[in-house]
């Protein structure tokens, strides 16, 4: 599930095949993006923002700046390549765009949000976003104070509104909100410790930098990654061994022990 430390990994990836390299050629498969040849051109690096992907390039001799802009959503992924081998992540039709420099080839597969803008108008994209959990403007005061701004709002959908703060998805939005102690369906002005659920979400994410296996349990091993996200048949909670429930929450489904997170919808029927 690409959350913000996936999408923090992905941008390392991406910093390490191209970041100082000149683009020997570019294949963009979208549309939007038909005509567009980035070939010359220098990487400058690769950052991430939230969920969003920023890939920075230069052209020598102008020094014009363009930032390629991506974003991964549920499915979205970049794999890095030696020149000659074989592009096995995903199926070829998924691709959307490739970048090749003399050493390193990056495949871009089933990428969403395709744009190639000025970097200087890069806030045009992610200006909206509040504080970055993996960002160096994170800022959890601020976080606080943007959700704080929604108080009738579920605790659940206010997390994963990447406005008030971005790098959360799914995953550990059901796992904060576990660990925490909080029902999905508690009203913002209703949670106890704003500070406290986002500064563990930020410590969650910061745990999970560096691989791919995400865990917010300390377990790495199958099956065992997680209190309630994606536990499915109603397997007994971790802690309490009541079974996990599993509803649709706004857009989303959430995962949740009505034990450990008591103030389900039956139990505050006028919220719902
Ligand atoms: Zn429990």
């Known amino acids: 599930m690409p959350e913000g430390d996936t999408v923090w990994n992905t941008a390392r990836v991406l910093e390490r095949a191209l970041a100082g390299a000149v683009l020997t050629a570019s294949d963009f498969r979208v549309p939007q ?38 974003h991964l959503r549920m499915d979205g992924a970049w794999r890095a390549y030696a020149p ?20 390193n080839v990056a495949v871009g597969y089933h990428l969403h949000e395709l744009a190639l803008v000025p970097t200087a108008e890069e806030e ?19 976080a606080v104070r943007r959700l704080a701004a929604q108080p009738d709002t579920t605790i659940a959908e206010a997390l994963l509104d990447q406005r008030n703060l971005a790098g959360i998805g799914n995953l550990y939005k059901c796992e904060v909100l576990f660990l925490r102690g909080i029902s999905p369906w508690t009203p913002v002005r ?18 999970n930098r560096g691989r791919w296996t ?9 099956g065992e990654t997680s209190y309630v996200y994606g536990r499915l048949r109603a ?11 599993r509803a649709d929450l706004g857009e989303r489904v959430t995962y949740w022990c009505p034990t450990c997170q008591p103030g389900t919808p039956q139990l505050h029927p006028a919220r719902r």
């Open 33 to 70: 993006l038909a005509t567009a040849d980035l070939s010359g051109w220098t990487v400058r690096e690769s950052a991430s923002r939230g969920k969003h992907l920023l890939l920075r390039v230069s052209e020598p001799e102008t020094d014009r700046r363009l930032t390629l802009h991506s």
């Open 84 to 103: 000659g081998d074989r592009w096995a992540a995903r199926p070829a039709h998924l691709i959307r765009v490739v970048l090749r420099t003399a050493t």
């Open 124 to 142: 045009s994209l992610v200006g909206h976003l509040g504080p970055d959990l993996l960002g160096p403007d994170w800022d959890p005061d601020e």
């Open 190 to 207: 209703e949670v106890p410790d704003l500070r406290a659920l986002v500064v563990l979400a930020q410590r969650l994410l910061t745990a």
């Open 214 to 222: 995400q865990s917010t349990t300390g377990s790495l091993r199958r």
């Open 235 to 245: 397997e007994p909670c971790r802690r309490c061994g009541t079974r996990i429930s």
